[in-house]
């Protein structure tokens, strides 16, 4: 079965950083295009960075919010994705999920809590 299970949320205050990890099995993180979402309280679950399969070249796409801020990468032998996050922001505030979208298939993990605040 599929699994895509973050880590790394927490709490820090603002100019801080946090590094999110998800770590996938059933599933190649070097084969599909991969995304970090995430959801504030009473907001819609927005886009915060994508990166394209290796064979495509692994671009990498960022929300204009986090542009700057934040850096989305893959270790395609440790099957894991990441997300890198500086200079945060009480805006920043969100469950962090992980998304690997494929044609026939949407794959989330369980999400985690990043709290930006003094």
């Known amino acids: 079965q599929v699994r895509l299970v973050e880590s790394g949320g927490g709490s820090v205050q603002p100019g801080g950083s946090l590094g999110l990890s998800c770590a996938a099995s059933g599933i190649s993180m070097s084969l599909n295009v991969m995304n970090w979402y995430r959801q504030a309280p009473g907001k819609q679950r927005e886009l915060v960075a994508s990166?394209?399969?290796?064979?495509?070249?692994?671009?990498?796409n960022y929300a204009d919010s986090v542009k700057g801020r934040f850096t989305i990468s893959r270790d395609s032998t440790a099957n894991t994705l990441s997300l890198q996050m500086n200079d945060l922001k009480p805006e920043d505030t969100a469950v962090y999920y992980c998304?690997?979208?494929?044609?026939?298939?949407?794959?989330w993990g369980q999400g985690t809590q990043v709290t930006v605040s003094s």
């Open positions: 990166i394209a399969s290796r064979p495509s070249g692994s671009g990498t």
């Open positions: 998304n690997v979208r494929r044609q026939v298939a949407d794959y």
